[in-house]
């Protein structure tokens, strides 16, 4: 009978990365307390606040649900890339162009039928961001080009280019600057209640972030990704072929993003906006981070994340305590994460060597 010491060893190592991140978000609720206190409020009404804030009836539910998806959809868009070992920094210039080639598709084609107008709408918008994504892979797998500062310039004219658009040749006719003018019925997805964002859309993300949960954790191309972001030139060795997998890695995070503005535009705004995303994909990048890109984690971390932003209204009603609380929790919750595993990885270094 093994020493129960050495049993609990054995766990704490099998499961270390999760014990970080979950001891790290604990340890950023318990920060944020102490900064909640700071302002002259109770912790525990504040936290409160915001539970009702996002879960306190049927309505706040939707409505945090709402927030979910396009943070979920972003935090698997970067969580996929990451794992194939691509840095794609140009997710969020690619949910722009792709939410602007869905709304071109309602804007030139309004009177097809819905049921040839929203696979046309998804193909363009998840197509045209894939491509956004395929041209810096494409030059930095071929050529060494460096990928961070090919999506960094990439996102920059994603964003810009589809807000010119907006504000010249579509710009909306009755509406404020800044807008198209709305998309057809046909191409709608319908909310799920008159008062909430929620849409039918939902469903389509989360099965699409099913599916991509179970390549990632059950499917060879999974365990190639995680070599090549791993060891790349041992996954060469071993006989992948890096340059197709992390090619693949980053055409899939580019179809996330894709479907990520399509959904914004066919199910919640109805329209390109230019400012369609309040930074999903920057806020995608902290949580995939935070959880080492893992999915099951990226799922739960999104969620946790979605009820606070959610909530922090509420929250600020009841206690005074400003949203940006919120913020600041989640950014102690990634610097926790970062030390956690520099020291994790320390430790074990130190081990190995005695």
């Known amino acids: 009978m093994r020493p129960l010491n050495s049993s609990l060893g054995r766990w704490a190592q099998d499961h270390r990365d999760g014990l970080i991140v979950l001891g790290s978000f604990i340890a950023s609720v318990f920060f944020g307390g102490v900064i909640i206190a700071l ?22 539910v939707l409505a945090t649900l709402a927030k979910w998806i396009p943070l979920l959809l972003a935090t698997f868009s970067i969580s996929v890339a990451f794992n ?6 140009g997710a969020e210039g690619q ?3 792709g ?3 869905a709304t071109w598709v309602g804007l030139t084609f309004g009177g097809l039928p819905s049921v040839v107008m929203m696979p046309l709408a998804l193909a363009f918008g998840l197509g045209a961001a894939a491509l956004w994504a395929w041209i810096p892979a494409k030059l ?7 990928i961070v500062v090919l999506t960094i310039m990439l996102n920059s004219l994603g964003v810009l280019a589809t807000q010119a658009l907006t504000v010249g040749p579509y710009a909306g006719k009755e509406v404020a600057a800044g807008a198209t003018d709305r998309i057809p019925e046909a191409m709608r997805f319908a909310k799920l209640t008159a008062f909430s964002n929620l849409n039918t859309g939902a469903f389509l993300a989360l099965a699409v972030v099913l599916a991509v949960t179970v390549v990632m954790l059950f499917t060879v191309r999974g365990y ?3 070599m090549c972001r791993l060891n790349g030139r041992f996954a060469r060795y071993g006989g992948v072929n890096v340059r197709k997998v992390q090619m693949s890695a980053m055409l ?3 179809l996330l993003a894709g479907l990520a503005g399509s959904l914004l535009v066919m199910g919640e705004q109805y329209r390109f906006r230019t400012a369609i995303s309040p930074g999903y994909t920057w806020t995608g990048m902290i949580l995939a981070m935070m959880v080492a890109y893992h999915p099951v984690g990226g799922i739960g971390v999104s969620l946790i994340y979605a ?8 929250m600020e009603l009841m206690t005074d305590v400003p949203v940006e609380v919120v913020q600041i929790v989640m950014c102690l919750a990634v610097l926790f994460v970062s030390a956690g595993f520099a020291l994790a990885n320390r430790l074990a270094s130190r081990l190995r060597e005695d």
Do not use: C, K, T
Request: no cysteine; aromatic share 10%; glycine share 16%.
């Open 39 to 60: 302002f002259g409020a109770d912790p525990i009404e504040a936290y409160r606040g915001m539970m009702i804030g996002a879960l306190g009836d049927q309505d706040a």
């Open 84 to 89: 194939g070992g691509m840095w794609n920094i």
């Open 95 to 97: 949910l722009y162009v």
């Open 99 to 101: 939410a602007f080639a």
């Open 140 to 146: 930095n797998l071929d050529n060494g080009l460096n």
């Open 224 to 226: 190639d990704w995680r």
């Open 252 to 254: 899939l995070s580019g």
């Open 307 to 314: 009820i606070m932003e959610s909530g922090a209204l509420e």
